[in-house]
């Protein structure tokens, strides 16, 4: 995938050396809490962790994908996801970076995705995270009433995505989503991965 970005986005490798870490957690996952077998919640030496790998490399922006995976709690308590949400809030104050949460939408009924973007509430599982987090956004796939309002063949409405703000405390929500469209890129192994590209839509046209 990061081949994919920089091959089409012509991105030289030396503009990313030494400032991009990646860890795909199959051999260590990352988890920040776990729940002992008398209901007890513990916060692991994970968080803590963290925090000091963070300091200690000044890494600005910590992403966590996706984030049902980073603890072992109810997906559906309040209070149980407040606490994980808590944590991360944690890291990013003591280690003075952001952090970004991926986490997964419920599903839309097929083709209405244009009623569920820019929702927070359509985050799966516990409300208390939306309370938490500062920055909200929902990622959807174009829907059959945008592609015909932009002028997308039906066999290639699959092709494009949309970004929308759902939730800023310190800024205004814009109300317009940010469209891009899945690219097909041949990589230097010849493995064809996707990436995403930024598209400007107007009714009727691409």
Request: proline residues 4%.
């Amino acid at each position: 995938r990061l081949a994919a970005v920089l091959q089409h986005h012509r991105i030289d490798f030396s503009e990313i050396k030494g400032r991009l870490a990646l860890n795909s957690g199959a051999d260590r996952p990352l988890l920040v809490a776990k729940m002992m077998p008398d209901g007890t919640i513990i916060r692991t030496p994970d968080v803590d962790a963290c925090i000091e790998h963070i300091k200690k490399n000044g890494i600005s922006v910590f992403v966590a994908d996706p984030f049902v995976e980073t603890h072992e709690l109810e997906e559906n308590s309040n209070q149980q996801i407040k606490l994980v949400s808590q944590m991360f809030r944690d890291i990013a104050r003591r280690a003075g970076c952001s952090v970004l949460l991926v986490h997964h939408t419920a599903k839309p009924p097929k083709g209405s995705s244009e009623g569920y973007a820019g929702d927070m509430n359509t985050a799966r599982g516990a409300s208390s995270l939306n309370g938490v987090a500062r920055i909200m956004e929902t990622l959807y796939g174009m829907s059959k009433k945008d592609s015909e309002r932009y002028g997308i063949p039906a066999n290639e409405r699959h092709l494009y995505v949309r970004l929308d703000d759902a939730k800023a405390n310190l800024s205004l929500v814009s109300p317009d989503a940010k469209w891009f469209k899945r690219i097909s890129v041949v990589i230097a192994n010849g493995e064809e991965v996707g990436t995403l590209e930024r598209v400007m839509l107007e009714d009727g046209l691409i």
